[in-house]
C-alpha cells in the first residue's frame, strides 16, 4: 500500500466547527434571524463572514458560543488536542471590557482564564499592551479610551486567552483605516505561527479578503449563506501590498455585486 492509498484510506478530519441546517427564530411573525444554515470550517482555517446589518452575523457567532439557543439545527465544536473543552474566544461587536479595571487587568481577565502560569502574565500582558500599540496606557481605564483604544484593549485581552476557536464580530470596525490594516497584519502574523480557527464578521470586504482563506456571503431575511469564495492567496500575505492585484479587486467586486443582489 503506498502512503496515498494510506492517507485516502483514514478519515477525514474533523472540522473545528460544524453547523448544519441551523435555525434561529427570534420571533415567529418575522422571518427567522438563521433559517437553515450550513457550514463548516477546518481546523486552522480563517473565515470572514460579510453580509448587511441584521442579517444574522452576530446571532451566530452567539450561537456558537453557546450564548443564543438555537430553533433547530446542529452545532459542534471539535474538542481541543488532548481531548480537553474547545477555549471559544469571542471579541463582541460592543466592547465588553470591565469599567472598574485598568487596560493591564482586563487584559490579565483573559490570562487568568487562559490557564498560562501566573508568573507569566506580567510578562505576556506587556507584550499584548505592546502589540495592539498601548503603550502608556497601561493604569487607563476604558471610560478614559477611545473606541478604538478599547477594541485594541477587547484584541489583546482575546489574545490573552488563547483559544482553540476565535470568534471576531467587527473587530477592527471602530479602528481609522490605518490602525485597522496594521492590526490586520498583526493578527495574521499571530494566526500564521499558531493557525487557530477563526470566524472574522466584518462590514469591509477589502478586509475580508486581505486576511481570510474563504468569505461566506450572507443574507438577510431570512438570514442565511449566499455565497463562499476560497481566497486564493499564498500565505504569508502582506494585507497591504495585496490591495494592487488585479484578482483582489475581482474577488471584492464579485462579493459587492452578491451583496447588492440581496438589497
Ligand atoms: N436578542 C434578540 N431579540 C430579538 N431579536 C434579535 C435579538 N438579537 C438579534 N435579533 C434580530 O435578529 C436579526 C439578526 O441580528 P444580528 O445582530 O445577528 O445581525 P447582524 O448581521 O450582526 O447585523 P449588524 O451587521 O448590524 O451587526 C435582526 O433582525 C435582529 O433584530
Ligand atoms: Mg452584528
Same mark, same amino acid.
Given at each position: 500500500m503506498t502512503k496515498s492509498d494510506m492517507t485516502s484510506d483514514m478519515a477525514p478530519a474533523r472540522p473545528k466547527l460544524f453547523i448544519e441546517h441551523l435555525s434561529v427564530v427570534f420571533n415567529d411573525d418575522i422571518p427567522a434571524a438563521i433559517g437553515d444554515v450550513s457550514l463548516q470550517i477546518a481546523e486552522g482555517e480563517f473565515v470572514a463572514i460579510v453580509g448587511p446589518s441584521g442579517c444574522g452575523k452576530s446571532t451566530l457567532l452567539k450561537v456558537v458560543a453557546g450564548l443564543q439557543a438555537a430553533r433547530s439545527g446542529t452545532v459542534e465544536v471539535a474538542r481541543a488536542p488532548g481531548g480537553r473543552d474547545p477555549k471559544i474566544g469571542f471579541m463582541f461587536q460592543r466592547d465588553t471590557l470591565l469599567p472598574w479595571a485598568t487596560v493591564t487587568s482586563n487584559i490579565s481577565v483573559g490570562c487568568e482564564l487562559s &490557564?498560562? @502560569?501566573?508568573?507569566?502574565?506580567?510578562?505576556?500582558?506587556?507584550?499584548?499592551?505592546?502589540?495592539?500599540?498601548?503603550?502608556?496606557?497601561?493604569?487607563?481605564? @476604558?471610560?478614559?479610551?477611545?473606541?478604538?483604544?478599547?477594541?485594541?484593549?477587547?484584541?489583546?485581552?482575546?489574545?490573552?486567552?488563547?483559544?482553540?476557536?476565535?470568534? $471576531?464580530?467587527? @473587530?477592527?470596525? =471602530?479602528?481609522?483605516?490605518?490602525?485597522?490594516?496594521?492590526? &490586520?497584519?498583526?493578527?495574521?502574523?499571530?494566526?500564521?505561527?499558531?493557525?487557530?480557527?477563526?470566524?472574522?464578521?466584518?462590514?469591509?470586504?477589502?478586509? =475580508?479578503?486581505?486576511?481570510?482563506?474563504?468569505?461566506?456571503? $450572507?443574507? =438577510?431575511?431570512? &438570514?442565511?449563506?449566499? =455565497?463562499?469564495?476560497?481566497?486564493?492567496?499564498?500565505?504569508?500575505?502582506?494585507?497591504?501590498?495585496?490591495?494592487?492585484?488585479?484578482?483582489?479587486?475581482?474577488?471584492?467586486?464579485?462579493?459587492?455585486?452578491e451583496l447588492a443582489i440581496d438589497d
Amino acid at each position: 500500500m503506498t502512503k496515498s492509498d494510506m492517507t485516502s484510506d483514514m478519515a477525514p478530519a474533523r472540522p473545528k466547527l460544524f453547523i448544519e441546517h441551523l435555525s434561529v427564530v427570534f420571533n415567529d411573525d418575522i422571518p427567522a434571524a438563521i433559517g437553515d444554515v450550513s457550514l463548516q470550517i477546518a481546523e486552522g482555517e480563517f473565515v470572514a463572514i460579510v453580509g448587511p446589518s441584521g442579517c444574522g452575523k452576530s446571532t451566530l457567532l452567539k450561537v456558537v458560543a453557546g450564548l443564543q439557543a438555537a430553533r433547530s439545527g446542529t452545532v459542534e465544536v471539535a474538542r481541543a488536542p488532548g481531548g480537553r473543552d474547545p477555549k471559544i474566544g469571542f471579541m463582541f461587536q460592543r466592547d465588553t471590557l470591565l469599567p472598574w479595571a485598568t487596560v493591564t487587568s482586563n487584559i490579565s481577565v483573559g490570562c487568568e482564564l487562559s &490557564g498560562v @502560569p501566573k508568573d507569566k502574565h506580567a510578562e505576556r500582558i506587556a507584550s499584548l499592551i505592546s502589540l495592539v500599540r498601548l503603550q502608556g496606557y497601561e493604569n487607563h481605564y @476604558p471610560s478614559a479610551l477611545s473606541g478604538g483604544m478599547r477594541q485594541r484593549v477587547s484584541l489583546a485581552r482575546l489574545l490573552a486567552f488563547e483559544p482553540d476557536l476565535y470568534l $471576531m464580530d467587527e @473587530p477592527f470596525g =471602530a479602528l481609522d483605516y490605518q490602525t485597522k490594516i496594521v492590526m &490586520g497584519r498583526e493578527l495574521l502574523r499571530i494566526w500564521e505561527a499558531s493557525r487557530r480557527s477563526i470566524v472574522f464578521v466584518t462590514h469591509d470586504i477589502e478586509e =475580508a479578503v486581505a486576511l481570510a482563506d474563504r468569505v461566506i456571503v $450572507m443574507g =438577510a431575511r431570512p &438570514g442565511r449563506i449566499v =455565497a463562499s469564495h476560497d481566497v486564493m492567496f499564498e500565505r504569508p500575505r502582506d494585507p497591504r501590498s495585496l490591495r494592487g492585484d488585479p484578482r483582489f479587486g475581482s474577488l471584492v467586486q464579485t462579493i459587492w455585486s452578491e451583496l447588492a443582489i440581496d438589497d
